[in-house]
């Protein structure tokens, strides 16, 4: 058994995951997991750039991961970011600001589907469905057939890019369904309908906290949007065991399933307890066994997947 340890770099939250690798049987273990919700989102300014704000809040997330890695002394770290630093435009001032504690690399919105995607294939074991995985900065659809990854696309949907939704104090449902009719509808040829849809990620399996199913209809998704518009967060947070700043994310998080499960005519919506980490670790170390200990940043497309 090895430790390995993978650092997200997120457009809402920074998260320092620590496994246990069997390499022989192929298998993981998570043993430690820890979440800042920094909102680097939020620290972009109006011309594109990751105000000094936003470069010490991910600094401090940072050094606080290297300090805990300290204790586990992994054998291999892999530090990748997503939405946030690929619009940057300083991407390469906060990768070199940042080189000290990790290297640290950024993943394409192609990148991003395929893995987070990957994860939820070592979780589900339907043959065909499609998923969508919801971050803080954008929103990735794949389908899988044969269990395949077929397709993928990414979209800047993700749950703090709906902020001209908000109307006062709460979201204005309609537009949040609007803006994803928008942007995805469009490709319901490419995904095709599927009986299943597959949710990915932190907002989304907030919701099997409300709800204590991983399979969920559509009439109980509409019934758990109504019980969070009507909930405080605190309320949220002492009931359902959810962090604070999840509660500012999970009720976008379940309207755009929602929206999704209509566009792609899905009767269920399923809930993957693994993700984009699980994905690229099992990717890039669990899958080569004893070769996977060098923890190699770039890996081929061997599954052959559309990229979109």
Do not use: W
Request: hydrophobic fraction near 35%.
């Amino acid at each position: 058994m090895e430790t390995v340890a993978i650092v997200d770099i997120g457009s809402n939250t920074v998260k320092l995951a620590v496994y246990k690798v069997d390499f022989k049987k192929k298998k993981f273990k998570q043993i430690f997991k820890e979440s800042a919700y920094i909102r680097l989102l939020d620290c972009v300014d109006n011309d594109g750039y990751l105000t000094e704000e936003g470069f010490i809040k991910a600094r401090v997330a940072l050094e606080s991961f290297k300090d805990r890695l300290f204790y586990f002394k992994p054998s291999c770290v892999i530090a990748f970011g997503t939405y946030v630093l690929r619009v940057i435009k300083n991407r390469e001032q906060f990768l070199s600001k940042m080189a000290d504690l990790f290297e640290i690399e950024v993943l394409s919105g192609k990148e991003e589907a395929y893995y987070s995607t990957l994860g939820a294939l070592l979780d589900i074991k339907q043959k065909c469905f499609l998923t969508f995985d919801i971050g803080g900065g954008s929103l990735e659809v794949c389908k899988i057939k044969d269990r395949q990854i077929k397709c993928c696309k990414s979209y800047p949907l993700g749950t703090l890019e709906f902020k001209d939704c908000v109307d006062g104090n709460s979201y204005n449902i309609l537009c949040v369904e609007e803006k994803v009719e928008k942007y995805v509808k469009k490709d319901k040829n490419i995904f095709g309908e599927s009986e299943k849809l597959v949710g990915i990620g932190g907002s989304i399996r907030a919701i099997k906290k409300i709800t204590g199913k991983r399979k969920i209809k559509k009439k109980l998704l509409k019934q758990i949007i109504k019980e969070i518009q009507e909930t405080s967060p605190i309320r949220l947070t002492e009931k359902y065991k959810i962090p604070i700043e999840r509660t500012k994310t999970v009720l976008v998080a379940a309207v755009v399933g929602l929206k999704l499960m209509n566009i792609f005519k899905s009767k269920e919506l399923l809930i993957s307890k693994y993700s984009i980490r699980e994905g690229i670790l099992y990717e890039k170390v669990v899958k080569n066994g004893e070769n996977g200990r060098s923890c190699q940043s770039k890996t081929s497309n061997k599954q052959g997947v559309e990229l979109a």
